[in-house]
């Protein structure tokens, strides 16, 4: 199986300032047909997670556009601009190029 | 909006059969991935398989032996059984569509505990 490693595993933040989390894969995840499956969910506490983000940069529809992702190949980040307290949760980065697909152990963001 | 949401016993006995249903409202099952997932305990989240809406299926290899996924259109509901569990069986079970294969939207999960 394609192992995802995050970091970090613990992101304290200060509201209004940026926050990065990186997301590396054991493989390439551009698929056969040129796209690359990489995905980025958020968990708020209590709460289900969602996806944020897909195809490494595209954007869920109703996610603000604070939230952006980057990568390729093998290295994906997800950025925030500007944290807001909204924000708090895990973040997990999840593959599906190829079966299996995997997720990274998940980032916990919390405020300073 | 569509909503998900588990149902089924929160304990099984190990070497019986866990089965999990998960009701589909505010649209159709007849379109779209249906997919289940877990996260055992101090661990990560696994995908344990899918079916898409024309009864296609594809499970984790490690799973694949124990594992069937099937659609009611009928009730707008998809399920899970898995066989012959065991303690590593015991998660947070999640369902969850996707447009593609990855679940975009999630149930809120239901704890299954494996113990006699």
């Known amino acids: 199986d394609v192992v995802m490693t995050q970091s970090p595993l613990s992101l304290p933040v200060t509201l209004g300032q940026p926050a990065s989390i990186s997301c590396r894969s054991s493989?390439?995840?551009?698929?056969?047909?040129?796209?690359?499956?990489l995905s980025w969910f958020q968990q708020r506490p209590g709460q289900s997670p969602r996806r944020l983000i897909y195809q490494v940069s595209k954007r869920e529809s109703g996610v603000p556009d604070r939230f952006s992702g980057s990568g390729s190949g093998t290295d994906f980040t997800l950025k925030i601009s500007r944290v807001e307290a909204e924000d708090v949760g895990l973040y997990y980065c999840m593959q599906a190029t190829h079966w299996p697909g995997t997720f990274g152990q998940g980032t916990k963001v919390e405020i300073k | 909006q569509v909503q998900l949401q588990e149902s089924g016993p929160g304990l099984v006995k190990p070497s019986e059969t866990l089965s999990l249903t998960c009701t589909v409202s505010g649209g159709s099952i007849s379109s779209n991935y249906w997919s289940w997932i877990r996260r055992p305990p101090g661990k990560g989240l696994e995908w344990i398989g899918y079916i898409h809406y024309s009864g296609r299926t594809n499970y984790n290899p490690s799973l694949k032996s124990r594992v069937s996924i099937s659609l009611d259109t009928s009730k707008n509901q998809f399920s899970l059984r898995l066989s012959s569990v065991t303690a590593a069986d015991t998660a947070v079970y999640y369902c969850?569509?996707?447009?593609?294969?990855?679940?975009?939207?999630w149930g809120q999960g239901t704890l299954v505990t494996v113990s006699s």
């Open positions: 969850g569509r996707g447009f593609g294969t990855t679940p975009s939207s």
């Open positions: 493989q390439s995840l551009v698929y056969s047909d040129g796209n690359t499956f």
